[in-house]
């Protein structure tokens, strides 16, 4: 498996993960021909292998189960979004961005509530429960005090493949050192007014978690795109989902705005930016004009 990429070269990791066998491969060039983009995350065939210098040749790469636009990883089995309580401070937007984003993978998406120890045991309480109500069972946890750790833990060694991903700051780096601290990854402390992240992590990298285990740290990013498709913006939303599977709407191709006879509830919390989002991609799909 592909587990990190640098300017010419593909680390490739044998199976299983926790052997630790990591070689520095270049790839054939009819790789390159064909436009075949090798991704983090994607499983490739290696020849002339030289175990000694811990070099081989990427000549193959198989078929992708599953793909994460961005950060881009192959053959994700599962999409955890981190989120810190405070420094950077929750913003319900930008969580939305990045939960759109995880949902549009159809996996499995578990939501961190990360820094837990920076906010109040009442208000943290009264996270969660927002955050239930928008359809996620949020991990609370602390790479400071290790609270949550544990859960953690178990959780990403259920999955053959978990992308952490979130804004930067929130404290990605500092959880995979805290499951695992002979990594000692690079975090960097959150700046300025709006206590933002510096972009600590460049590079998208898999770690082994366990015998069947790998986890990705990435990249922060601020402001992930909305989704492109308008048709199935609903499903992306698990509190509207849960509300039209028990209650289909009895319209096709409804998009549960204003239509009369619509029976979809407006009174949930994401509703304006469920809302805001089909208006966003209506204008998108809208032909220009005096062109
Ligand atoms: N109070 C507190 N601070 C934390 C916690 N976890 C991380 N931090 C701090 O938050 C800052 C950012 O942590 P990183 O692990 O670099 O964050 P990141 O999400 O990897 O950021 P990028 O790599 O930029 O995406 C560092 O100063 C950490 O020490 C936590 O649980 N509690
Ligand atoms: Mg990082
Ligand atoms: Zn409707």
Avoid at 3 to 10: C, F
Avoid at 89 to 109: C, I, K, M, N, Y
Avoid at 242 to 262: I, K, M, S, T
Wanted: aromatic share 4%; proline share 7%.
């Amino acid at each position: 498996m592909v587990v990190a990429l640098q300017a010419n070269y593909l680390e490739v990791e044998l199976d299983p993960p926790d052997q630790h066998v990591r070689l520095l491969c270049t790839r054939r060039t009819r790789l390159n021909h064909r436009g075949a983009a090798v991704h983090v995350g994607d499983r490739v065939g290696v020849e002339a292998i030289d175990l000694q210098q811990g070099r081989a040749v990427v000549s193959d790469v198989e078929p992708r189960s599953s793909w994460l636009t961005r950060p881009p990883v192959a053959n994700v089995t599962a999409v955890v979004v981190a989120l810190a309580v405070d420094q950077p401070s929750f913003d319900p937007d930008q969580a939305s961005r990045f939960l759109l984003t995880a949902e549009q993978t159809g996996l499995q998406v578990q939501l961190l509530l990360t820094k837990c120890d920076l906010l109040p045991l009442e208000q943290r309480q009264a996270l969660v429960q927002r955050l239930e109500g928008w359809g996620y069972a949020p991990l609370a946890i602390s790479s400071a005090t290790g609270e949550g750790l544990q859960e953690l833990r178990q959780l990403l060694q259920g999955q053959a493949l978990s992308v952490l991903c979130g804004p930067s700051g929130v404290g990605k780096s500092s959880l995979l050192n805290g499951l695992l601290p002979e990594l000692s990854l690079r975090v960097g402390a959150v700046s300025g007014r709006l206590q933002k992240g510096r972009h600590t992590t460049r590079h998208v990298e898999l770690h082994a978690l366990g015998p069947g285990a790998r986890v990705a740290d990435t990249p922060g990013f601020n402001r992930p795109d909305l989704p492109k498709e308008l048709h199935n913006l609903e499903v992306l939303f698990p509190e509207l989902r849960a509300q039209l599977e028990p209650h289909p709407c009895r319209f096709r191709d409804c998009l549960h705005r204003d239509e009369p006879g619509c029976g979809v509830s407006r009174d949930w919390e994401r509703y304006g930016i469920y809302r805001r989002a089909v208006e966003e991609l209506l204008e998108l799909s809208r032909p220009s004009r005096g062109g």
